[in-house]
């Protein structure tokens, strides 16, 4: 089993930045593509950014230039460095954790308004 725990959301202005981190515990492979996706209210899921085993990463082209995504091995723990957030950022951020097995976090929300 695998658990994932999201923390980092809340609300901030436009411009802002937040840094939302991702916790993964229980029987993890460090072979595992890491992963944010976020959902705003009304809309389907989305991609935001991955990150394979050996540090490729892939982001939206929304959030191109503006988040990082990162990860701290030892730690078993994802990052997602948000700068320059904008209103169209508001949504749920979960995490997902991807080695054959698919496992979601419980989400955290962010606000971006002033």
């Known amino acids: 089993q695998v658990q994932l725990m999201e923390s980092g959301g809340g609300l901030v202005q436009p411009g802002g930045s937040l840094r939302l981190s991702c916790a993964a515990s229980?029987?993890?492979?460090?072979?595992?593509?890491m992963g944010w996706y976020r959902q705003a209210p009304g809309k389907q899921r989305e991609l935001v950014a991955t990150?394979?085993?050996?540090?490729?990463?892939n982001y939206a082209d929304s959030v191109k230039g503006r988040f990082t995504i990162s990860r701290a091995y030892a730690l078993n723990t994802v990052y997602l460095q948000m700068n320059s957030l904008q209103s169209g950022d508001t949504a749920v951020y979960y995490c997902k954790y991807n080695r054959g097995l698919e496992v979601w976090g419980q989400g955290t929300l962010v606000t971006v308004s002033s």
């Open positions: 229980g029987s993890i492979s460090s072979f595992a593509t």
């Open positions: 990150i394979t085993w050996n540090g490729n990463t």
